[in-house]
């Protein structure tokens, strides 16, 4: 269960790993459009490769609060040629960002070999294409749909209702034929949720790792921070980088940051401090 076979490039998860974030879309939040052109995306995944990231997660869809939804085709226009680029050009694992199975299957045959999925498979056939493609998948908790979520979120105890979503979507993914080694979780901070959901969630990350799937944690300069620093997106650097130090040591074994250097940095600090394998 420590090493995932990423479409046969191994992810070690014995320790934590960092997948740096590679936004191929001209609405991303926090890159706005900046690394829109394909030249640009790739020079900006070989600097996080550079810097030490685990894998690289690449999205055309945004999934922005408020964000409405991208075709099929555009979708495939922005990540295809950049997987298909970055998988003759480096070893590393190479995560599709998306919800549709139609992206998942051509993504994954350009050279992806894990999917991340913020709609946990909830697509029409995203079950099926995920079971036929045997690569790792990563079931995301969302209240709502991205469009609508942050509007008003409502839990009754956050962390048993996402504990309790996860649970149902690790076995409906297990009944289409996904195996269990190849199942990751993830809480979706910021996803249909309040600060005081997300801190909750925070403190009380390793709850999940009750469901025996490793723990993916995305909390890199989201607005959680802005909303409890009152920082805007380009000054969120530091308190992304001690999120991702503070769910590691709650239990994540991948962290999902758009910083990867500093991220690398840190987290060379914490397995220093525990050099254990689950950090005890
Ligand atoms: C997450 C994510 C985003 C997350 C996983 C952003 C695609 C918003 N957030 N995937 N994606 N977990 N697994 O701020 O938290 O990057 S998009």
Known sequence: MTVLDCGGRRLDLSRPAVMGILNVTPDSFSDGGVFLSRENAIAHARQMIEAGADMIDIGGESTRPGASSVP?????????????????????????????????????????????????????????????????????????????????????????????????????????????????????????????????????????????????????RKSMIGHALGYPVHRRLHASVALAILAVQNGARIVRVHDVGPTVEALRMWKIVYPGSRGE
Request: hydrophobic letters at 50%; one cysteine or more; a negative charge.
């Open 72 to 220: 099929a085709q555009e979708e495939l226009e922005r990540v295809l040629p950049v997987i298909e680029i970055l998988h003759g050009e480096f070893p590393l694992p190479l995560s599709v960002d998306t919800s549709k199975p139609e992206v998942m299957r051509a993504a994954v045959a350009a050279g992806a070999g894990f999917i991340n999925d913020v709609r946990a498979l909830r697509e029409v056939g995203a079950l099926e294409a995920a079971a036929e493609l045997q690569v790792p998948v990563c079931l995301m908790h969302m209240q709502g749909e991205p469009r609508m979520m942050q509007e008003n979120p409502v839990y009754r105890e956050v962390v048993a209702e996402v504990t309790d979503f996860l649970r149902v979507r690790l076995k409906a993914a297990q009944d289409a034929g996904i195996a269990a080694e190849r199942l990751v979780i993830d809480p979706g901070f910021g996803f249909g949720k309040t600060l005081a959901h997300n801190l909750e969630l925070l403190r009380g990350l390793d709850k999940l790792n009750c469901l025996g799937a490793p723990i993916l944690a995305g909390l890199s």
